[in-house]
T-cell receptor
């Protein structure tokens, strides 16, 4: 049973471009969480999704950021018109209902 | 190589009694260490973090942890448990140089009335 798969591992974008980060949860997991980690800080919650629904997006910036978890396929975190401040490591986690999280290895976004 | 070991998968304490959740780590350099809490169907919440400042770290909700380099431990404590503390707790080592995060397997804290 493969773990949580995130790709790409590293992503470089110029300012103003779009970044798309993918997360394939563990098989059978219907809950997906996205986190951002900035240097010297801990993980910051961004959004919590279940299949086709956003449950909690209280940690996500109101502009430029969006997330989806379609019925088929991976969860996508999309950042439009990236700025230097978006440079960070983005982690995805998945779980069953009321069970511990399993984390992916993260995507390192660098905005140049 | 880094690793994190949470020594107990389940801990049960009575309400009003002390809490101790144990965490040992291994790291070839000075690590950044964190404790997170996850309530059912919620995202992770940061309780506290150690990043090479004071070895006794105070966090939210009355929790604290002490970094002991000689014992390679970072145990989480609270003087008096509350029913709302029932949750899953994760000890984490982070390497900000290459964005590595190593999670412990988690400890489920049960609070008995």
């Amino acid at each position: 049973n493969a773990g949580v798969m995130q790709n790409p591992r590293h992503l470089v974008r110029r300012r103003g471009q779009e970044a798309r980060l993918r997360c394939s949860p563990m098989k059978g997991h219907s809950h997906v969480y996205w986190y951002r980690q900035l240097p010297e800080e801990g993980l910051k919650f961004m959004v919590y999704l279940q299949k086709e629904n956003i449950i909690d997006e209280s940690g996500m910036p109101k502009e430029r950021f969006s997330a989806e978890f379609p019925k088929e396929g991976p969860s996508i975190l999309r950042i439009q018109q990236v700025v230097r401040g978006d440079s960070a490591a983005y982690f995805c986690a998945s779980s069953l209902s009321n069970s511990p999280l399993h984390f992916g290895n993260g995507t390192r976004l660098t905005v140049t | 190589a880094q690793s994190v070991t949470q020594l107990d998968s389940h801990v049960s304490v009575s309400e009003g009694t002390p809490v101790l959740l144990r965490c040992n780590y291994s790291s070839s350099y000075s690590p950044s260490l964190f404790w997170y809490v996850q309530h059912p169907n919620k995202g992770l919440q940061l309780l506290l973090k150690y990043t090479s400042a004071a070895t006794l770290v105070k966090g939210i909700n009355g929790f604290e942890a002490e970094f002991k380099k000689s014992e390679t431990s970072f145990h989480l404590t609270k003087p008096s448990a509350h029913m709302s503390d029932a949750a899953e707790y994760f000890c984490v080592v982070s390497d900000f140089r290459d964005d590595k995060i190593i999670f412990g397997k988690g400890t489920r804290l049960h609070i008995l009335p």
